[in-house]
């Protein structure tokens, strides 16, 4: 019997998207409708002190991370959308679309804030943030392309519906997403890991060619394959690979249900 590749984060994650879709089908009287829409711009700017995180929650619309040399606060700048089945509906409802910002102890935190009952309106806000690279980032999004630039520490991206970006990145990544391709170009310390797994979508991993680590691919349907990379102890199957990148210090874990996985050396 095949085993499944699908984590348990990841299940939760498909599941999560199908109680969303289903919830919004239910009693909506504007869900062929909202061709009418009201939006508003905003800003905050957050001094980083001792935070050594930051998390980004959204629920639907584009993330854009972008880390930058030299930069000692993080701004948080993007849109705010609604949209109904008039003009007047989406400018009331636009108040109801709110974005929290905390700066806690050791991270800072955003979060958008929308009704748990849209009523089929369309609440969006798309994000664009920058950053000193050295901070942690995390980022859990629902329906949007989330991209990650430049940063040199862990990474996490938890997206249900859309394609996930990582340029440039120096440490530790793990991204699950259910339906979405995932493409990374990621330089990996030693020990540390790079963790990506899709329901549907592919996966591209670009890495120097100087990698080391324990790297492992699977796939339900869908193919795999390796270019530009010595692998040593080579365990190949039609739907799953493993070997040795380098002393295999670290660990790359790369697996999809309906897809297909290509690493590549740079």
Request: charge should be negative.
């Amino acid at each position: 019997m095949k085993s499944s590749v699908v984590s348990k984060s990841t299940f939760l994650l498909f599941l999560f998207f199908c109680s969303i879709w289903t919830t919004c089908g239910d009693g909506n009287p504007f869900s062929d409708n909202n061709d009418f829409a009201a939006e508003e711009s905003f800003s905050f700017e957050v001094a980083v002190v001792n935070h050594v995180e930051f998390h980004l929650n959204g629920i639907a619309g584009t993330v854009v991370v972008t880390g930058v040399s030299g930069a000692n606060s993080v701004l948080i700048t993007g849109k705010k959308r609604v949209e109904s089945h008039s003009t007047a509906d989406a400018q009331r409802r636009l108040q109801e679309l709110r974005i929290s910002v905390e700066a806690l102890n050791s991270k800072i935190e955003v979060k958008t804030i929308q009704p748990d009952d849209t009523q089929g309106r369309n609440y969006i806000v798309d994000y664009t943030v920058t950053l000193p690279p050295h901070l942690k980032v995390a980022v859990g999004n629902i329906s949007g392309n989330v991209t990650i630039n430049t940063i040199q520490s862990e990474v996490s991206v938890n997206n249900v519906s859309g394609n996930v970006t990582l340029n440039e990145i120096v440490g530790s990544t793990f991204t699950e997403t259910v339906s979405g391709n995932v493409e990374g170009r990621i330089t990996l310390p030693l020990d540390g890991t790079i963790r990506m797994s899709a329901v549907s979508g592919n996966i591209l991993l670009s890495i120097p060619q100087n990698t080391s680590a324990q790297l492992s691919a699977s796939v339900v349907s869908g193919s795999i394959s390796v270019s530009s990379l010595v692998l040593q102890n080579l365990v190949s199957t039609p739907t799953s690979l493993s070997g040795r990148l380098a002393d295999g210090r670290g660990t790359i874990s790369l697996s999809t249900v309906s897809g297909n996985i290509s690493v590549r050396g740079v």
